[in-house]
């Protein structure tokens, strides 16, 4: 499973409608990239954004 040694984070910011709709979705990170810039994917449905790393908290509640 993917998931098992993840950290999971939080999607954190709504300023605009397309972020809106991924704020509290919980992800965890795919690749860290250059420029503060990573690859998430949402464990609700698979889909995958390239992201801001400001963006995201860590989430620390049980996810069962």
């Known amino acids: 499973n993917l998931y098992l040694l993840k ?3 939080k999607f954190n910011w709504s300023n605009n409608p397309k ?3 991924m704020k509290n979705r919980i992800c965890i990170v795919i690749v860290r990239g250059k420029m503060n ?3 998430i994917e949402f464990i609700d449905n698979g889909q995958r954004e390239c992201v801001s790393r400001n963006s995201l ?3 620390f509640k049980n996810l069962k």
């Open 19 to 21: 972020r809106a709709t």
């Open 57 to 59: 908290r860590k989430h």
């Open 37 to 39: 810039s990573c690859l």
């Open 7 to 9: 950290t999971f984070y």
